[in-house]
């Protein structure tokens, strides 16, 4: 257990649905990152908070998708209007401060999105 | 255009002996290297981090490379234990704050 937890750890819905998956991260940490991972691939960078500043977002990111991290804590990550495409595992992370030098992240469970 | 490549999808090791992984990028420079070990239906978790002007790192049994001329870094497993077989991620730091992670090598340690 890395102390960063994702809720739901598993998300079915049907084409068309939006969903919303939650991440909390380890508490002292500034940074949090949300990325997809597929079978097979990689984790693919999403978007990352400073705090509760959205700094970057990927151009994997479609206008479906929004992120927020409304206090600088949890963060959530909505898909709206799903797709069979948008299944993968979600996998969120957070680190300390990039300005230290070193920005180890800390992977939560993911959440694994079904579309049928 | 910008890649990372590493080697072959899947390798198996006899326990006991060396895993060395392969990690090659194409036009990134970045600022250091880390890897990943991800166990099936479960998160990355770090292992260890290199930074450009380090030529080496050593953890336990873990040994990182990085060689920023030939835009390579190897990863060594000595004495490997079939407890070591997982998927192993090689993940760019670059300067601009963002992580680009390899699809990863699948090791299998055979006993």
């Known amino acids: 257990d890395t102390g960063v937890s994702q809720d739901p750890r598993h998300k079915i819905t049907k084409r068309g649905q939006n969903v919303t998956f939650r991440c909390d991260p380890i508490?002292?940490?500034?940074?949090l990152y949300w990325y997809r991972q597929t079978l097979g691939q990689g984790p693919e960078f999403l978007t990352y908070f400073q705090n509760e500043a959205q700094l970057e977002k990927s151009r994997l990111l479609s206008d479906r998708f929004s992120a927020e991290r409304p206090k600088g804590s949890f963060s959530t990550l909505e898909i709206q209007r799903t797709e069979q495409g948008d299944s993968a595992m979600y996998l969120c992370a957070s680190s300390l401060d990039a300005s230290l030098a070193t920005d180890e992240q800390f992977f939560g469970p993911g959440t694994r999105l079904t579309v049928l | 255009s910008q890649k990372i490549e590493q080697n072959s999808e899947a390798l198996n090791i006899q326990e006991g002996k060396t895993a060395t992984l392969t990690c090659n990028y194409t036009n990134y420079s970045p600022a250091y290297l880390q890897w990943y070990r991800q166990d099936p239906g479960r998160g990355p978790v770090f292992l260890l981090l290199i930074r450009e002007n380090e030529k080496e790192k050593r953890k336990e049994r873990l040994k990182v490379t990085f060689d920023t001329t030939l835009k390579q870094s190897l990863f060594h497993i000595t004495a490997s234990q079939p407890a070591d077989s997982a998927t192993y991620l090689c993940?760019?730091?670059?300067?601009?704050?963002?992580?680009?992670f390899g699809k990863g090598t699948r090791l299998h340690i055979l006993p």
């Open positions: 993940a760019l730091d670059l300067r601009d704050d963002k992580i680009i």
């Open positions: 508490s002292e940490h500034n940074r």
